[in-house]
């Protein structure tokens, strides 16, 4: 069965440098997301992407993040100036194209684990 | 707004027995999905069941089940014949207009040998 998978699993980086956590989605999908855990703490909203531009994105996602799909297989999430507070579980998602029901479900990678020292 | 609701921080149930947990959602769509996963320590998101919201019937999965009642906007999941590989932090999740996730806060359920 296909899935989404992320790389690396775990990053750990230096506060004020970039880092980029990439995402190879499902193959047939058109649409990606990226979504953040605080450690202990709720899944949340970053950013959606489709037709190579940003569809939505929270308030989360300021000037910081950017997001790219530089060769239509990899989906990629930067963040430019790493701050402690981003330390978290980075969790990409892809789905299918319009349809009713099961095509709207989200399928999340293993999630990379980014720790900021 | 949309906001999804998970009362219980911790849940424990022994092995065998039977558990429900509970969630909330609010949402102003018409049409939308509803959905529990389970995060064991990996920290992987792992569906456990979907519901959408325009069929009255109740999703089932194994020993996995929902009680949808779409007029109180609550979804509960009840896990029957617990096992010791249902220990795990299960989020409750309502996907619409947007299709965009809103996640609840989760409930760590323990599961006592």
């Known amino acids: 069965e296909p899935e989404v998978t992320q790389t690396p699993s775990h990053q750990v980086t230096q506060m004020g440098q970039e880092v980029i956590l990439r995402c190879v989605p499902i193959?047939?999908?058109?649409?990606f997301y990226w979504y953040r855990q605080i450690l202990g703490q709720k899944v949340e909203f970053l950013v959606s992407f489709y037709n190579n531009e940003i569809s939505e994105k929270s308030e989360i996602f300021d000037d910081q993040f950017s997001v790219e799909r530089p060769d239509g297989s990899n989906f990629t999430l930067k963040i430019r100036s790493t701050k402690l507070e981003d330390s978290a579980m980075y969790f990409c998602?892809?789905?299918?194209?319009?349809?009713?029901?099961?095509?709207?479900?989200?399928?999340f990678g293993p999630g990379t684990r980014l720790t900021v020292t | 707004a949309q906001t999804v609701t998970q009362s219980q921080p911790e849940m424990s149930v022994q092995e065998a027995e039977t558990v429900t947990l509970s969630c909330t959602y609010d949402t102003s769509e018409s049409d939308y999905y509803l959905f529990w996963y389970k995060q064991p320590p990996s920290r992987q998101m792992i569906l456990v069941i979907r519901q959408e919201a325009y069929k009255q019937q109740n999703a089932t999965e194994n020993r996995f089940s929902v009680n949808f009642q779409k007029a109180a906007k609550s979804f509960s999941l009840k896990i029957s014949d617990s096992q010791l590989g249902d220990a795990a932090m299960y989020f409750c999740?309502?996907?619409?207009?947007?299709?965009?996730?809103?996640f609840g806060t989760g409930t760590r359920l323990k599961v006592l040998a």
């Open positions: 998602a892809s789905r299918r194209s319009s349809g009713r029901a099961i095509s709207y479900e989200q399928y």
């Open positions: 999740a309502c996907l619409s207009g947007t299709y965009k996730y809103i």
């Open positions: 193959s047939n999908h058109l649409y």
